[in-house]
């Protein structure tokens, strides 16, 4: 077998062309990553810019019906749990890169510019980072609201619980009632007289009901306190 010589010229120009077409993929992925840092440092612009009453124009028919919410409903929820829903620019917490790369996606599927980022989440959120769960949304107009992302741990089971009090004056007074009640009970027998009596009892639940309102009017006018229907969509700390 007689063996070719080797073309030095040939086997240069087939390296040169390999290598530049490898440079090209290299240049293109290059473009890629860096369009999508561009996007995303772009969203992350507008979740941090105010946000007026805007229709964000879906594709209907790529919407998760699941996913869509009216206002009611979202004031219904806050209002039970004690929660803001606010305009995205007032979280101070850290917004996951997973939301991001959906709004992305959303923005790419739908050919549209999403903006007017609402974030429903405990006040304290909207202050400080905490471990409750962020939901991000973005209007679809007529007072309907598209689910983006959520993020963080689930709200305590007993939380719908432990706000009750604040949802109204009545809920408040209740609740003042019935703390003084079991109150009472700590109080022990004969402190104020040798003999237990009905009126002895509720003389001191009257006595308890009064220190434990009064308590809960000074901590309420002093750290600016209001109830879940003045608080769900106020971006004030004391509205």
């Known amino acids: 077998m007689i063996l070719q010589k080797t073309d030095i010229e040939a086997k240069l120009l087939r390296f040169k062309e390999k290598s530049n077409a490898e440079n090209k993929v290299l240049l293109e992925v290059k473009r890629i990553l860096q369009q999508d840092t561009e996007t995303e440092a772009d969203i992350e612009n507008r979740l941090l810019k105010s946000s007026r009453e805007i229709e964000n124009e879906f594709e209907f028919n790529l919407l998760e019906t699941t996913k869509i919410y009216h206002i009611e409903q979202i004031k219904k929820i806050c209002t039970d749990y004690r929660l803001r829903f606010l305009d995205s620019k007032y979280f101070k917490g850290k917004i996951p890169q997973a939301a991001v790369s959906k709004i992305k996606h959303l923005e790419k599927d739908h050919g549209i510019t999403l903006s007017g980022f609402k974030i429903m989440a405990p006040s304290k959120l909207f202050k400080l980072e905490d471990k409750d769960d ?106």
Do not use: E
């Open 134 to 239: 962020p939901l991000l949304f973005a209007p679809i107009g007529n007072g309907y609201y598209y689910l983006i992302h959520k993020w963080g741990n689930d709200l305590h089971p007993l939380r719908k619980l432990l706000v009750w009090p604040f949802k109204g004056m009545v809920n408040l007074t209740v609740t003042t009632l019935i703390v003084s009640y079991f109150a009472t009970f700590l109080v022990p027998d004969g402190l104020f007289s040798k003999s237990d009596s009905n009126a002895q009892f509720w003389i001191l639940f009257f006595f308890m009901f009064k220190t434990i309102g009064a308590i809960v009017i000074y901590y309420g006018f002093a750290k600016g306190k209001n109830f879940n229907p003045a608080i769900w969509n106020s971006k004030y700390f004391n509205a």
